[in-house]
């Protein structure tokens, strides 16, 4: 009875992991999606809390919004082997106003959506280098997509401490 129950549970396992995985039509949706909440992020915190720390040892709201499109620019060329737009890290070149800010970021996604549809669908399981792994080009995307997510969400408390109600969450 228990092998039985390990073999359902692999299945089970083996199935959602299959599910899980998303095409490549599909991606490009999803980092439209993201691209679309992360501007409502953007928007919602008024000019004056750009410069916002909630402590001083971490990144105020527009670093992090920047480090955000550090790595998209970063993940993406590395995914897609396309040149970087930048130059040099946006965390330490762009002006930490508003609209600077909103144009870096917005570029950003332009940019690993544009990466994104360049690669051709039998790509997408190539290996590629990132931070010393080797990933699927597909799964460095992936990467990029979990960092991205990880630093919007940061700025939820950012939000909150400057009495801002974060943007309602946006699965679809």
Same mark, same amino acid.
């Given at each position: +009875?228990?092998?039985?129950?390990?073999?359902?549970?692999?299945? +089970?396992?083996?199935?959602?992991?299959?599910?899980? =995985?998303?095409? %490549?039509?599909?991606?490009?949706?999803?980092?439209?999606?993201?691209?679309?909440?992360? %501007?409502?992020?953007?928007?919602?915190?008024?000019?004056?809390?750009?410069?916002?720390?909630?402590? %001083?040892?971490?990144?105020?709201?527009? =670093?992090?919004?920047?480090?955000?499109?550090?790595?998209?620019?970063?993940?993406?060329?590395?995914?897609?082997?396309?040149?970087?737009?930048?130059?040099?890290?946006?965390?330490?070149?762009?002006?930490?106003?508003?609209?600077?800010?909103? &144009?870096?970021? +917005?570029?950003?996604?332009?940019?690993?959506?544009?990466?994104?549809?360049?690669?051709?669908?039998? %790509? +997408?399981?190539?290996?590629? &280098?990132?931070?010393?792994?080797?990933?699927?080009?597909?799964?460095?995307?992936? &990467?990029?997509?979990?960092? =991205?997510?990880?630093?919007?969400?940061?700025?939820?408390?950012?939000?909150?401490?400057?009495?801002?109600?974060?943007? =309602?969450?946006?699965?679809?």
């Amino acid at each position: +009875m228990k092998r039985l129950a390990f073999l359902v549970t692999m299945l +089970m396992f083996a199935a959602s992991a299959t599910y899980a =995985q998303f095409s %490549k039509t599909e991606m490009v949706a999803e980092w439209r999606r993201a691209k679309e909440y992360t %501007k409502e992020y953007l928007d919602a915190m008024p000019a004056d809390g750009y410069g916002f720390k909630p402590t %001083k040892e971490i990144r105020s709201y527009a =670093q992090q919004m920047l480090h955000l499109a550090d790595a998209n620019f970063f993940f993406a060329s590395t995914a897609s082997g396309k040149k970087m737009p930048i130059q040099a890290s946006a965390e330490k070149t762009v002006a930490p106003e508003k609209e600077a800010v909103i &144009k870096t970021v +917005m570029e950003s996604y332009d940019f690993v959506i544009e990466s994104l549809e360049s690669v051709a669908p039998d %790509k +997408m399981g190539e290996k590629v &280098k990132l931070e010393g792994q080797e990933v699927s080009r597909s799964g460095a995307f992936g &990467k990029a997509f979990e960092h =991205q997510t990880h630093h919007r969400g940061q700025c939820t408390i950012y939000l909150r401490l400057k009495g801002v109600t974060p943007p =309602q969450e946006k699965l679809f």
